[in-house]
């Protein structure tokens, strides 16, 4: 089975069970209640109920989606799976206490309904997705083997047999110093049921020949490709400029960097005036910490290579570079109190709606990285500029997934990243970007 497949059936089990327990609800309240009374039947109550409902229902599935619910390779019982979904309930039950506040529905009573419904979903969603996880883990899980060239297959096997929800039991590794004579009989007599490969293998002429009996009851997959699917990071091994002609065509994305210009302008424009107050404490607190600059302007590396000035709230010692440019690290002791915060918070972004509204910079998008470390890496990883193919972001996909960056090694992880966002990059993507780091933003997850 997939993996869209088994986000859709999460994604479908949520929604039977939001609208199930709805029922359960009106039937539990209203089933021994006469027509009379009520001038509806119950089953005509759970239709206004559902009209009411679903406007919510539609924001807590985003709430879901937020805290990573519908990531197969966090679908595991452990305690930050648990804690995302315990994290959700709650935003969730606060959101819908104000929506039923300030929204006004004829023939129901939001106060007892609400605590009695979500009472009710929040019972069974706990069951539903703790016994979802165990199915992902223990029952549909797909016996393979991995045939690569270098060490990247021992890894993949150990990634896949931790995460066994992603749906593949690695049974044996087999690269090019192994035995591949007696392979056809080794696929067959273990029953597997999937080969992920690398092309090189495909190269021997020989041992293409020996598996083709089997290819039409096995599925085989190619390795890279698998890797990118599964934890969508490119490869960089696999980067050329071949690679680039191939999965960055910048005139099939003209519409998509129209539309997506005007709305980094629209929103900006909006938010501005919004934050202004908020800012105004941020800037008291700056001062009050250390009497230093509220503010930190920094030269960065910005669209096709081209240098802007990039705006932060201050969060580092007014001597914090006085050694020259270096990379911030986890728990750098540089960062003031107030600035731990702001950065825990990604409040010291906030500045940079300048820079989107000047056209600068876009609301997702790789890091802005400083000249003093573009040059470097830019002689350490090959085809590093290539990322500046778009504009840089308050916000990204390698900004999501790999936080901190420290090393020209988790330069090239970050990198892995960007170039995923920069071959798949679409409206959808960019949402989801957005979404997944407010997730970060609640849960103090920031650098």
């Not at 109550?45 to 679903?54: E, G, K, S």
């Not at 896949?160 to 696929?187: H, T």
């Not at 990322?387 to 990198?415: C, F, H």
Request: net charge positive.
């Amino acid at each position: 089975m997939s993996t869209s497949a088994k986000k859709f059936i999460i994604l479908l089990g949520d929604v039977v069970l939001l609208y199930s327990a709805l029922f359960v609800t009106v039937y539990a309240r209203y089933s021994n209640v006469s027509p009379y009374h009520t001038n509806f039947t119950t089953a005509q109550l759970f239709q206004i109920h559902a009209v009411a409902f679903t406007p919510l229902i539609l924001v807590w599935l985003v709430v879901f989606y937020i805290h990573n619910l519908y990531e197969i390779t966090s679908a595991k019982n452990t305690l930050e799976f648990y804690t995302g979904l315990s994290r959700s309930l709650i935003a969730n039950f606060f959101i819908a206490v104000l929506f039923f506040y300030f929204a006004n529905f004829a023939n129901v009573a939001p106060k007892t309904n609400l605590f009695i419904y979500f009472a009710v979903f929040s019972m069974c969603f706990v069951i539903w997705r703790s016994q979802m996880n165990g199915i992902l883990k223990k029952r549909l899980l797909t016996k393979t083997v991995i045939l690569s060239g270098d060490d990247s297959g021992e890894k993949l096997a150990v990634k896949l047999n931790q995460n066994p929800q992603i749906g593949y039991r690695v049974e044996s590794v087999f690269n090019f110093n192994s035995n591949l004579e007696n392979f056809a009989e080794f696929i067959k007599s273990n029953h597997i049921k999937a080969l992920i490969i690398d092309d090189k293998f495909l190269e021997m002429e020989s041992f293409a020949l020996s598996i083709n009996d089997f290819l039409d009851n096995i599925e085989v997959i190619n390795l890279d490709k698998f890797n990118e699917r599964v934890w969508r990071k490119v490869n960089l091994k696999n980067i050329s400029q071949l690679w680039f002609l191939s999965n960055f065509a910048t005139g099939r994305k003209s519409v998509y960097g129209f539309i997506k210009r005007i709305a980094d302008f629209a929103i900006s424009l909006v938010l501005i005036p919004f934050i202004f107050a908020f800012g105004i404490l941020i800037a008291v607190s700056i001062k009050l910490c250390d009497k230093g600059p509220i503010f930190y302007k920094q030269k960065r590396v910005g669209y096709k290579g081209r240098n802007f000035i990039l705006f932060k709230f201050r969060t580092m010692r007014t001597d914090a570079e006085s050694k020259g440019a270096q990379w911030t690290i986890e728990n750098d002791k540089r960062v003031t109190k107030v600035g731990r915060f702001l950065r825990k918070a990604r409040l010291d972004e906030l500045p940079q709606l300048i820079n989107i509204l000047k056209g600068e910079m876009s609301f997702v998008g790789p890091r802005a990285e400083r000249p003093e470390f573009h040059q470097l890496l830019l002689k350490e990883i090959p085809f590093y500029d290539r990322r500046y193919l778009v504009k840089p972001g308050l916000t990204g996909w390698a900004q999501i997934n790999y936080t901190y960056g420290s090393s020209v090694e988790d330069t090239k992880e970050k990198l892995s990243y960007d170039f995923y966002y920069l071959k798949n990059r679409s409206f959808i993507f960019d949402l989801g970007i957005i979404l997944k780091t407010i997730n970060i933003v609640l849960a103090g997850l920031g650098r």
